[in-house]
């Protein structure tokens, strides 16, 4: 393949487009002749030339995904992990080290303080779970401001029904 020299036109722009619907490898270019100052030229990698005035669709709103929640996994052991990951797909789940910031907390109460829990994230809703045996425990997260606070087998039965809830109550 011969090499051919590029010219560039450097532009000064008011705003960002979006190249939506541009086949893989093509190129976009931006002009100043059409409609507001504004053209969408696409160029053609297969042959070179230019597809003037190429009209660009505009997705609507329903073609891209649902917004994912993240959830912080406070004290939830690895195979716990594994069940939620399997009943809440789609969802993007995080440890305490993680640098994203919840949209909603679930914390294995059994092994974590629930008042730590509940005062390192004031804001977001926490959904608390432990053995049916743990009546102290299960007590302990609803007194420490809990919005849900359920044995671990009700987790695991209604667990989408719950989180979606919950994360509805902060949109």
């Known amino acids: 393949m011969a090499e051919r020299s590029v010219q560039v036109e450097a532009l000064r722009l008011d705003g960002v487009e979006a190249a939506v619907a ?36 505009t997705p609507s709103s329903t073609e891209y995904p649902p917004a994912v929640a993240t959830s912080l ?12 990951e399997a009943l809440l797909p789609g969802h993007h789940f995080v440890t305490t080290d ?7 907390v679930i ?8 008042d730590d829990v509940a005062d390192s994230y004031p804001e977001i809703p926490i959904v608390g779970f432990s053995g049916h045996t743990d009546t102290a425990g299960l007590r ?17 039965e209604r667990a ?11 949109e």
């Open 22 to 57: 541009v086949r893989q490898c093509d190129l976009l270019l931006p002009g100043t002749d059409g409609a507001n100052g504004a053209r969408r030229d696409v160029l053609d990698p297969s042959d070179g030339h230019e597809i003037h005035g190429a009209t660009l669709a």
């Open 140 to 156: 302990r997260a609803h007194e420490a401001g809990f919005d849900q606070v359920l044995v671990k087998n009700a987790l695991q």
């Open 73 to 84: 996994l406070c004290g939830v052991d690895v195979y716990f992990r594994g069940k939620l």
């Open 107 to 114: 914390a294995d109460i059994s092994r974590v303080d629930p």
């Open 98 to 104: 993680s640098a994203d910031w919840p949209d909603l």
């Open 160 to 170: 989408p029904q719950i989180v979606e809830e919950l994360i509805a109550s902060v």
